[in-house]
């Protein structure tokens, strides 16, 4: 009988087991709906002549990238010489890039044809407001700005000693008032303009509103023409002044030559390691003003093509390129200033080390962006229009015209590029 019992719980136990596995074999398969992959954005931004700047902006992508999962940025770096005319040609295509690194000035041509994404103002409180307002075209905003430049005074202490010069001016006339005094205790000069250098004259003449055809046929613009003048015939600035450039000019001030010079504070690292000894007795100074008492500012900025394929996340991704961290993070490596107001406001550009010189140009360059001049805006022929001022200033300071028949035949010729 017990015999009997062991056998049926076996058999029983035995066949539980084998119900339990034919279960397991046969039961039906829960659906699970295969996991769907995000499709991404691929946002091609073009950068202007910052291939060497990989170790900054290699990892500002991977940490955009990661806040960001549906977006995948294509980073491609155009020499600074080809930019306008692949933008024109990608522009005109069917796929251009989504956000490009740009001037203001050819930003603007492409704006006034229609070719660019007009972006809402509101969104880019967080920049200098007056640089947002240089970036608009009939009220709108065009373009996020990226980074800006605004030229210091540099001067030699030794010179300045050594010709009895106590205060250091702040204005183009007072600067250019101590060339005698220059020339007569040390015979150097006072400085060396450049004057027919791009739009360097132009942007002089902005310095006293003088900033249309109209404006420049009149008293106070042949005043400084004739400034200008007197400095070049008294020999009181190089003969080199109306045709050589900023880099000839930079090398004048490394040789001792010149008294001040108007330049970018990256150039003082130039000044270091190539001129030690003048170097040595640089320091620095607000960038000379005009009458109307603003400073000049250059500005590069991003934009995003009407034909864009992705201009939100193009968008995006230009915000974050210039919030606060990356915008100070870029200047700790290049001497560029941010456009962002909170990186502005950070202690890198609003104090300095009296004893670092650097430092003191940053602080300075930086201030500037306080009170800016917005450069004058030539909408149509703008080369020619500064081809047009050049050939007219290396005309009246090699006295080949008389200053008031130069200008007011200058005038007429700009008014009849404008028009056309």
């Known amino acids: ?37 995000v499709k991404k954005q691929e946002v091609v931004f073009w950068s202007l002549q910052m291939g060497t700047f990989g170790s900054y902006m290699n990892p500002l992508i991977t940490e955009f990238e990661k806040e960001n999962p549906d977006i995948k940025i ?24 989504d956000l490009v ?11 006034q044809k229609q070719a660019l994404e007009f972006i809402d103002c509101n969104k880019l409180d967080a920049y200098n407001p007056q640089i947002i307002e240089m970036l ?20 030699n202490k030794n010179i300045l ?9 702040s204005t183009y006339s007072e600067m250019n008032a101590t060339a005698d005094q ?12 450049t004057l027919t250098e791009n739009d360097t004259f132009l942007k002089i003449l902005n310095k006293y509103d003088i900033n ?27 003969k080199e002044s109306i045709t050589q450039n900023h880099q000839e000019a930079l090398e004048k001030y490394m040789s001792g030559q010149l008294a001040f010079i108007q ?23 607000y960038q000379p003003k005009g009458s109307n008492g603003k400073y000049d500012v250059s500005v590069m900025n991003l934009i995003i093509p009407q034909r864009a394929k992705n201009k939100d996340a193009a968008l995006k991704f230009a915000l974050f390129l210039t919030n606060k961290k990356n915008q100070i993070e870029l200047a700790k490596l290049t001497s560029i200033l941010p456009v962002n107001k909170n990186a502005l406001n950070d202690s890198y550009f609003t104090s300095y080390n009296e004893k670092d010189v650097i430092s003191k140009a940053r602080y300075i360059s930086s201030k500037q962006l306080n009170n800016l001049l917005i450069p004058i805006k030539l909408e149509h022929n703008k080369k020619e229009i500064i081809t047009l001022i050049n050939n007219t200033t290396q005309q009246i300071m090699l006295d080949k015209i008389q200053t008031q028949k130069g200008l007011k035949e200058a005038a007429k010729n700009w008014k009849k590029m404008e028009e056309i």
């Open 182 to 193: 220059i020339k007569q205790k040390t015979n150097l000069f006072v400085t060396m303009p």
């Open 212 to 238: 249309t055809s109209e404006k420049l046929a009149t008293k106070q613009s042949e005043e400084i023409f004739n400034e200008y003048k007197n400095l070049y015939k008294n020999d009181y600035i190089p």
């Open 136 to 155: 608009k075209q009939n009220g709108k905003c065009y373009a996020v700005p990226f980074y800006a430049t605004s030229s210091i005074t540099f001067y």
């Open 1 to 37: 009988m017990k015999k009997n019992i062991k056998t049926i719980i076996t058999i029983a136990i035995i066949t539980l087991i084998c119900v339990s596995a034919i279960y397991e074999i046969t039961k039906p398969t829960k659906y699970t709906k295969p996991s769907e992959k």
């Open 161 to 169: 000693k050594k010709a009895g010069i106590n205060k250091i001016p």
């Open 263 to 285: 330049s970018g504070a990256n150039f003082l690292n130039i000044v270091k390691e190539n001129a030690p000894q003048i170097y040595k007795y640089t320091d620095v100074s």
């Open 74 to 97: 294509k980073w491609i770096d155009v020499p600074y010489s080809e930019g306008e005319k692949r933008t024109l040609a990608s522009i005109l295509s069917s796929t251009p890039p």
């Open 101 to 111: 690194n740009l001037t203001p000035d050819f930003s603007s041509i492409l704006a």
